[in-house]
């Protein structure tokens, strides 16, 4: 009778191991499906064949027609910066969709920025992009940038934030998932030598 006892015991709690064990590989099961099915209307940038480069550039100074990477320019020369995005997975909305271009905050002969793009709810996409120059200069970036919402011609001036020395940010909300959204920003920056370094010399006493 004991050791019956003890075969049931142990029946018992060999069954209950068996309906946890099912219970949880179910629930699993059910939250990596709810996942597959949050994700396949998660929103992501720049993913189709068709899609254009993230960042392109032009020299406006010489009056370059063609966006392209890279570029040469001189000093004095005024340079652009587009930033395309298109949120490829329709039915998907980017929230608070942001664009940020980071670059060099000491003169370089080669200047390479960054382009990020970013949503709360969609990953990063980057970009560099390319000027080549004859002597170390830097970037001094306008304080707006225009704005081609929608596969639109006509620009919004958007506010340029500097976040700090080497970069800029503006922000174009929520961007849906579709072509009909597709568009592009157009930073301008002015390639400017490293201002000179004023040395002041301590006055010298005259009697």
Known sequence: MFYNNILKSKTKLFSALIILMVFVFGLVFKIGEAGSSTCALCPQFNICPQDKETLRLKNRTRGDTEWQD???????????????YHNGITGSVAKNTKIRLDFPDTPK?????????????ASYVSDTGTINLS???????ESTAKWYPNQGTTAINVPVTQINPCSI???IGDIQGNWDYQGHVVF???IMPNPPTVITKPAVATY
Do not use: M
Request: aromatic share 12%.
């Open 169 to 171: 940010l503006v922000d």
């Open 70 to 84: 890279p570029i040469s320019a001189n000093p004095g020369d005024k340079v652009a910066f587009d930033v395309y």
């Open 188 to 190: 301008e920056a002015r």
């Open 135 to 141: 002597s170390p200069q830097k970037l001094v970036f």
């Open 109 to 121: 002969s080669q200047i390479i920025t960054t382009a990020y793009l970013w949503a709360d709810n």
